[in-house]
């Protein structure tokens, strides 16, 4: 077996990779050896992040994409391999997060929660698809959460979208998995992103997420791109359809 981690030559598709995990992982992917493609709706920051990569000596580039726009990614689909000639991992990392009980969230905000983080999801994995049929080769990976596990009041959407998104994986892995193509997902307890800070100004929040890890801490960004490489890596050829907890212990309860 080859343990060897590095992605020379490799091309790989980012999503929500300007800030946060995506950015993380987009690094990441870079400091191995990959060309990334750093799709995402803030182009200012998406921007930024390449550029950074590349004054590090990486490869990477920037897509403006809204995941929930078939079309649009479809598009980037055909320009990344009219570029760079294919596309061997795509991680779905674009997602949002609201926190409101049912009753008091308005439905249309519950809608773009799933448009985002499932829909998306499942319109990304449909457009490459057919790229890694035809080269016979092809990891997806799919961010997931904790919240597709266990629940919290105040979370209904953003549960429903990540509890999705783990049966996402599970179906089309299956659908893909005779064209050499692994389908995984990484499911992420609370982290030290942009998208946590505001849990950290809710004392008596902060402390319950502390009081559920036996960690007791957030996780770092590091913490998960670490799986993810892990799943984008011929070490996990055989895994099909998992979603790796990265909970910092609190489904161990």
Same mark, same amino acid.
């Given at each position: 077996?080859?343990f060897?981690?590095?992605?020379?030559? @490799?091309?790989?598709?980012?999503?929500?990779?300007?800030?946060?995990?995506?950015?993380g992982v987009? /690094?990441?992917?870079?400091?191995?050896?990959?060309?990334? &493609?750093?799709?995402?709706? %803030?182009e200012?920051?998406?921007?930024?992040?390449?550029?950074?990569?590349?004054?590090?000596g990486?490869?990477?580039s920037?897509?403006?994409?809204? &995941?929930?726009?078939?079309?649009q990614f479809e598009?980037?689909?055909?320009d990344?391999?009219? /570029?760079?000639?294919?596309?061997?991992?795509?991680v779905? %990392?674009?997602?949002?997060?609201?926190?409101?009980?049912?009753?008091?969230?308005?439905?249309?905000?519950?809608?773009?929660?799933?448009?985002? %983080?499932l829909?998306?999801?499942?319109?990304?994995?449909?457009?490459?698809?057919?790229?890694?049929?035809?080269q016979?080769?092809?990891?997806?990976?799919?961010?997931?959460?904790?919240?597709?596990?266990?629940?919290?009041?105040?979370?209904?959407?953003?549960?429903?979208? @990540?509890?999705?998104?783990?049966?996402?994986? /599970?179906?089309?892995?299956?659908?893909?998995v005779?064209?050499?193509?692994?389908?995984?997902?990484?499911?992420?307890?609370?982290?030290?992103?942009?998208?946590?800070?505001?849990?950290?100004?809710? /004392?008596?929040r902060?402390?319950?997420?502390?009081?559920?890890?036996? @960690?007791?801490?957030?996780?770092?960004?590091?913490?998960?791109?670490g799986? &993810?490489?892990f799943?984008?890596?011929?070490?996990?050829s055989?895994?099909?359809?998992?979603t790796?907890? &990265?909970?910092?212990?609190?489904?161990?309860?």
């Open positions: 077996m080859n060897d981690l590095r992605m020379d030559g @490799k091309v790989a598709i980012v999503t929500g990779g300007a800030m946060g995990l995506g950015k987009a /690094k990441g992917f870079a400091s191995l050896g990959a060309d990334v &493609v750093i799709a995402d709706i %803030n200012k920051a998406g921007r930024e992040t390449a550029d950074a990569i590349a004054k590090e990486g490869k990477a920037f897509y403006s994409l809204d &995941v929930t726009d078939s079309g598009q980037m689909v055909k990344t391999t009219g /570029k760079l000639k294919r596309i061997d991992v795509l779905n %990392n674009a997602g949002i997060a609201t926190k409101a009980d049912c009753i008091d969230m308005k439905v249309e905000d519950y809608r773009r929660i799933i448009d985002i %983080n829909t998306g999801v499942w319109i990304g994995g449909r457009a490459v698809a057919p790229v890694m049929i035809e016979k080769y092809g990891k997806i990976i799919n961010m997931c959460s904790l919240f597709g596990f266990v629940a919290l009041a105040g979370l209904s959407a953003y549960a429903s979208s @990540k509890g999705g998104v783990s049966q996402l994986t /599970k179906t089309l892995a299956l659908e893909l005779d064209h050499n193509i692994n389908v995984n997902a990484v499911a992420p307890a609370y982290i030290e992103t942009e998208m946590t800070n505001n849990a950290r100004t809710d /004392k008596a902060f402390e319950d997420i502390l009081r559920r890890t036996p @960690k007791n801490r957030l996780g770092t960004i590091e913490e998960v791109v799986p &993810v490489v799943l984008a890596s011929e070490l996990s055989f895994m099909v359809g998992e790796m907890l &990265v909970d910092g212990g609190w489904t161990a309860w």
